[in-house]
């Protein structure tokens, strides 16, 4: 994302109805397993917990070898240690996120639901990056104005997925008045496709900087420059 200067309007949170349910399988192949349930966890210390009745009411525990204890860890899970980014991941598809996304950038996922692309209007092809194109929409819940940015997944690589995880992850924390605010995503939870919904600009420092009647004073080319 460029550096964005003049702040218009904000937008709203967002999610998409359009389902891609082979892709979105294919990705969360690829990007790795996301189940979301916590089942087995809570099998292993249900069996656990009976064998371990099991060997108190018979009193042989002291009859087993004495294991390393590393194993002795291993064997006897804490209650109080199962998964609780796994369980996030659940709380999220549940939500309507997608698998693989929660997969990549959970925790930047917090507090926020998926909006629907049908409640955006596209207006118009604003710009392109290099995973992205930009358009300008109408939040059709709020009608604000917002810059809707789709990601491009190149043949579905993990990289591609991850470059984008970092820029969600990275903007979800920033908060500068001269940094553009990410508002929400555009999304569902067997969609492939992904819009990041941002403030729209009407000026971007490139377009200024080319603009003749534009002079900056000293103190913002030295403030642009250490940006
Ligand atoms: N919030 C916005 N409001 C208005 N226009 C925007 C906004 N975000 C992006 N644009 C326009 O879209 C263009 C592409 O932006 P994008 O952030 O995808 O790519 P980039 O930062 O230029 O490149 P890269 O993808 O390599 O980071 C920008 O140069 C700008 O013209």
Known sequence: MGCVIS???????????KEEKGLSAELSRKVGDVSTSNIDVGEVE????????EKEENGSNDEQPRK??????RSKPNPRLSNPPKNLR?????AGWPPWLTAVCGEALSGW??????????IDKIGQGTYSNVYKAKDMLTGKI????????DNLEPESVKFMAR???????LDHPNVVKLEGLVTSRMSLSLYLVFDYMVHDLAGLAASPEIKFTEPQV??????
């Not at 249900?46 to 009745?53: F, M, P, S, V």
């Not at 917002?146 to 997944?153: G, I, Q, T």
Request: positive net charge; without cysteine.
């Open 222 to 227: 030295r403030s642009s420059l250490f940006e």
């Open 7 to 17: 702040r218009e309007v904000q937008s709203g949170i967002v999610s998409e109805v």
């Open 46 to 53: 249900i069996q656990n917990g009976e064998k371990q009745r």
């Open 68 to 73: 390393a204890r590393g194993e002795r860890r």
């Open 90 to 94: 659940g709380e999220q598809v549940a």
């Open 146 to 153: 917002v810059a809707l940015k789709k990601v491009r997944f």
């Open 113 to 122: 639901i998926p909006r629907k692309a049908d409640t955006f209007e596209k």
């Open 167 to 173: 820029e969600i992850i990275i903007l979800r924390r």
